[in-house]
C-alpha cells in the first residue's frame, strides 16, 4: 500500500514538472530542463501509468498541447489531432511495418496548422491549439511565403502542414536585434509567435513557410464534382499536392529491408538541412490499411514517430561563464574540453538559468555528458560527478554589482541589481540604434562600448550631442576624421524619426516593433499621451494584454526613464501624419493597397526602407503574391521567379523600383543616386 502511495505521489511530481516545462517552453519560449531530461520524465510517467494502471485528467500523456491563450478566434477541429507514438530504434519501425511498405519523411518542428480550401481558394486555416481546440489564422496563413492562395481543384480540399522558420531566416531575424536577451530562442518558438499574431503583417515579414504533411480529405461539390483518384497511395497525394502548387515534406518508400538505409540518409542531412525538424515519421503506403487501424485514446496507427538516438560525449566542465544582458539577466553558459558530437567540434553549451545549475549539481572540474538537442543545439545530458561545488557569482562579471537571485514561476534566475552597469547600458544603447529604432549607421556595440567607456554618452539623448566630442572621437582607435564626420552626419539623419521608432528602442519588456506601432497609432503619435497611457486604455488595443500593459505602466512610471525619453525626445523631430490635400493624393495611391517586393533593390537602401515607405503612406506589404495583391515590385521584370509567375497568372502589375517611385509623392521620393 505504501509502495502505491509512493508511486501515485511520483505521478502527481511528474505530472507538474512535465506541465510546468510544456507551459514555460510553449508559451513563455523559455526552458527549463533541457529536450532528453524530458523526454527520461516522461516516459518515466508512461511507465507508471502503465504499471499502476492510474491516469491522471491533467496527465501530458493524455493532453497532446496547451489551451490557446491570445485573442484569435477559437475552433474546435471535426477530429481530435492526437500525437503520435514515438519510438527511438529502426526495429521497433520493422516491427510496426508488419511487412507493409512505408512512406518515411521529416517531422517538421515548428506549428501544425489545418487548411481548408473551397472552390480553388483559401478559407480557413487553423493552427492545432490543443488538439481539440484551435485557433483561426487565416489571416495571417495568407502571408506564408509558399502558401498558395488559390489552387486548381475547384472542391473541398484539407490538408495538414507545419507552419516553420528556416534557421537561415531565423538567423537573419535575429541579426537584426542587437540586444542578446531579446533574440528569439529558436525558429520553433518564433514560428508559433508569428503564427499566432493579431497583425499579419507581422506574419509576413517572418518568411512563414507551410510544409504539408497529410492530406485530410478531397471531396466534390456540386459545382466540382470529380476528385482525383489517389490508387490508395500515401504518396500519390504528395504528388497530387505538388501539381496543386503546395510544398510537401520531403519523403522517400521504404519497407523493411531498407529503411536502415533510408533513415542513415536522413541523418547525414541533418548538418545541412534549413528546416526544423525533431525526428522522422513513418506512415503506411496503403491508406485504407493504415485507417483500418484505428486509434488508441492517444495515438492514430497510421503512423509512427521516430526519435533520434541522442550521440552522447563524455567531458569536463572547465568554467561557468556568466553572460550579462540589457534586462539585469545573467545567463550562465558551460564551457568544456572539446568534444565531437553529430560531427562537429562542441565547446559550449547553455544551461538556460540557475535551476538547471542546482538541478545538475554542476561543480568545475565534473565529469558531464553532453548532447545535441535535435542533433542541433549543444546541452548538457546528465552530471556524473556532481561535485555541486560550483558557486552563483554574488557580484556581476561586467561590473562587478550585486546580484541577486529570483523566483519566476518553478525557475531561478541571476540578476544584477546595479541600474548603471556597463552591460545593460551597451544593450539599451544598441536596441535604441538598431535598424528598426533610430537606425543609426556605424553605431555597433563595440563602438558603443568605446563611447561609453570614454564618457561621451550617458544617456540616449547624448547621441545627437557627438559633435562636441568630434575631435576626440576621431582620435579613437579604428577611427579618424571621416569616421568621425560619417558617425555625426548619420545620427543627424536619424534625428528625423518615427515615433513608434522610439518606443521600440526604449526596449520596455514585450513591446515588439508591431507592438510599438500600435501604440504610437493609438494615441495619435502623441508622446505625452504614450507616456501618460493607462493599463486599461492599453489593454483596448488589439494584441496587447495585461502583461505587456502593466510593463509599459511600469516602465513610465519609473521618474529615470521618464527624464531620458523626454531628453532624447527633444533631440528628435518626429514626421506627423499627413493631413489635407497631400494626404488624399498619397491616400488615393496607397491606402488599403498591397505591395509585394522582391529580388534587389537599387535605389533604396533594403527592402525594409520600401516596406517603411509603403506603410507610412497608408499601404500594406506583403511576403507573398495572392489575389489581394496590387503591385509586385521587382526590377527583373522579365525573371522566371515564382512570384513573378504568380503574379503573372493573377494579373497583377510587375512594377520596376523606379515605376514604384514614380507612384510616390514627390517629396517622398528618394533622391540619392544608386550607391
Known amino acids: 500500500m505504501e509502495n502505491d502511495k509512493a508511486k501515485l505521489g511520483r505521478i502527481k511530481e511528474l505530472i507538474d514538472q512535465l506541465n510546468e516545462a510544456r507551459l514555460v517552453y510553449y508559451q513563455k519560449g523559455r526552458e527549463i530542463m533541457p529536450n532528453i531530461e524530458y523526454d527520461r520524465l516522461f516516459d518515466e510517467l508512461v511507465d507508471l501509468e502503465k504499471e499502476t ?62 487548411v481548408t480550401y473551397e472552390g480553388g481558394s483559401l478559407v480557413k486555416a487553423v493552427t492545432r491549439g490543443n488538439g481539440e481546440i484551435g485557433e483561426v ?63 499579419p503583417s507581422v506574419t509576413a515579414g517572418r518568411h512563414v513557410h507551410l510544409i504539408v504533411f497529410t492530406l485530410v480529405s478531397c471531396e466534390g461539390t456540386e ?40 533513415i542513415n540518409r536522413f541523418k547525414e542531412k541533418i548538418p545541412t538541412y534549413d528546416i526544423p525538424s525533431d525526428g522522422l515519421v513513418l506512415a503506411f503506403e496503403d491508406v485504407a490499411y493504415g485507417e483500418s487501424l484505428g486509434r488508441t485514446a492517444r495515438f492514430p496507427r497510421h503512423s509512427i514517430a521516430f526519435k533520434w538516438q541522442d550521440e552522447l560525449a563524455e567531458t569536463v566542465l572547465r568554467e561557468i561563464d556568466w553572460s550579462a544582458s540589457r534586462t539585469g539577466l545573467i545567463n550562465p553558459v558551460a564551457v568544456f574540453d572539446p568534444v565531437e558530437l553529430e560531427g562537429t567540434t562542441v565547446t559550449r553549451a547553455s544551461v538556460h538559468n540557475v535551476s538547471i545549475v542546482e538541478e545538475l549539481e554542476l561543480g568545475i572540474g565534473d565529469h558531464i555528458t553532453v548532447y545535441k538537442a535535435n542533433m542541433i543545439i549543444p546541452q548538457i ?52 540604434v538598431s535598424r528598426d529604432a533610430l537606425n543609426i549607421d556605424g553605431l555597433s556595440e563595440k563602438t558603443l562600448e568605446k563611447l561609453l567607456g570614454e564618457g561621451f554618452i550617458h544617456h540616449f539623448a547624448d547621441l545627437f550631442r557627438l559633435e562636441e566630442h568630434r575631435a576626440k572621437i576621431a582620435e579613437l582607435e579604428g577611427f579618424g576624421d571621416k569616421s568621425a564626420d560619417n558617425l555625426i552626419a548619420a545620427a543627424e539623419r536619424a534625428s528625423e ?46 494584441g496587447i494584454g495585461p502583461v505587456l500593459a502593466d510593463n509599459f505602466v511600469k516602465f513610465f512610471k519609473n521618474e529615470w526613464n521618464r527624464e531620458e525619453t523626454k531628453k532624447l525626445a527633444e533631440q528628435l523631430h518626429f514626421r506627423a501624419a499627413e493631413t489635407g490635400a497631400d494626404s488624399a493624393a498619397e491616400a488615393s495611391a496607397f491606402a488599403g493597397k498591397t505591395f509585394v517586393i522582391t529580388g534587389d533593390v537599387h535605389v533604396f537602401r533594403n527592402r525594409r526602407e520600401v516596406t517603411d515607405l509603403i506603410e507610412s503612406l497608408g499601404g500594406k506589404a506583403a511576403g507573398s503574391v495572392s489575389a489581394k495583391t496590387a503591385y509586385l515590385i521587382n526590377n527583373d521584370i522579365l525573371s522566371g521567379s515564382s512570384k513573378n509567375k504568380k503574379a503573372k497568372e493573377l494579373g497583377i502589375p510587375i512594377i520596376t523600383e523606379e515605376n514604384f517611385i514614380a507612384m510616390l509623392p514627390e517629396d517622398r521620393r528618394p533622391s540619392r543616386s544608386e550607391e
Open 53 to 114: 494502471g492510474i491516469v491522471l485528467a491533467n496527465s501530458p500523456t493524455q493532453n497532446v498541447g496547451y489551451e490557446v491563450v491570445s485573442e484569435l478566434p477559437k475552433e474546435r477541429h471535426e477530429s481530435p489531432m492526437l500525437s503520435l507514438d514515438k519510438t527511438k530504434s529502426p526495429e521497433d519501425l520493422k516491427e510496426w511495418l508488419n511487412g507493409k511498405k512505408g512512406v518515411l519523411s521529416w517531422k517538421l518542428d515548428g506549428i501544425t496548422c489545418v
Open 137 to 199: 489564422v487565416t489571416g495571417n496563413a495568407r502571408f506564408f511565403e509558399n502558401l498558395p492562395g488559390q489552387i486548381p481543384f475547384k472542391g473541398k480540399l484539407i490538408i495538414r502542414g507545419e507552419a516553420v522558420i528556416s534557421y537561415s531566416d531565423f538567423d537573419k531575424i535575429n541579426e537584426e536585434i542587437a540586444d542578446t536577451a531579446a533574440k528569439y530562442k529558436n525558429p520553433r518558438n518564433l514560428c508559433s509567435g508569428s503564427v499566432r499574431q493579431l497583425d
Open 223 to 262: 459545382a466540382a464534382p470529380e476528385v482525383p483518384d489517389f490508387h490508395n497511395s500515401f504518396a500519390a497525394r504528395f504528388d497530387w499536392l505538388e501539381k496543386q502548387g503546395f510544398e510537401v515534406v520531403e519523403h522517400v518508400f521504404t519497407d523493411a529491408s531498407t529503411i536502415d538505409a533510408d
Open 381 to 432: 545530458s546528465d552530471n556524473l560527478t556532481r561535485s555541486g561545488n560550483l558557486e552563483i557569482p554574488k557580484m556581476c562579471p561586467v561590473c562587478g554589482g550585486a546580484t541577486e537571485v529570483r523566483r519566476d514561476g518553478n525557475a531561478t534566475l541571476l540578476y544584477c541589481t546595479n541600474p548603471d552597469c556597463p552591460a545593460k547600458k551597451v544593450k539599451s544603447f544598441a536596441q535604441m
Open 497 to 542: 524619426t518615427d515615433l513608434f521608432r522610439l518606443i521600440y528602442g526604449l526596449g520596455i519588456p514585450g513591446v515588439g516593433l508591431a507592438g510599438a506601432k500600435l501604440i504610437a497609432r493609438t494615441f495619435g503619435n502623441d508622446l505625452g499621451k504614450v507616456m501618460g497611457a493607462d493599463a486599461e486604455s492599453l489593454m483596448e488595443i488589439e
